[in-house]
Nanobody, 123 residues
Framework: VQLVESGGGLVQAGGSLRLSCTAS????????MGWFRQFPGKEREGVAFISWSGATTYYADSVKGRFTISRDNAKNTLYLQMDSLEPDDTAMYYC?????????????????WGQGTQVTVSS
């Protein structure tokens, strides 16, 4: 199983980035997906979640109204559209594939992880 993130980079405050996560080696539609981020010296925190069908989404309060999670099951790809970026959004971003049950923001719910993509927002 592989999850490969892309789309990170350096952007000015107020700008946008779109992260992608392409999955292989698993039946993508069977998994609920999440985006997490990790600040230096901190635990990973949940950013957004999407159910297998895309019908249900959840967001961390800090990104509500600015980030949008989506998925294309035909392409085995997960997305995170990030708008109105702030310097506090600077972190390593990870996608994760999980099974059912538990809190969406609990990293322990997810069984597969990508290697991460760095997002840096300058002020």
């Amino acid at each position: 199983v592989q999850l490969v993130e892309s789309g990170g980079g350096l952007v000015q405050a107020g700008g946008s980035l779109r992260l992608s996560c392409t999955a292989s080696g698993l039946n993508f539609i069977n998994y609920e997906m999440g985006w997490f981020r990790q600040f230096p010296g901190k635990e990973r925190e949940g950013v957004a979640f999407i159910s297998w069908s895309g019908a249900t989404t959840y967001y961390a309060d800090s990104v509500k109204g600015r980030f949008t999670i989506s998925r294309d099951n035909a392409k085995n790809t997960l997305y995170l559209q990030m708008d109105s970026l702030e310097p506090d959004d600077t972190a390593m971003y990870y996608c994760a594939a999980g099974t059912y049950g538990g809190s969406w923001s609990d990293p322990g719910r997810y069984v597969y992880w990508g290697q991460g993509t760095q997002v840096t927002v300058s002020s």
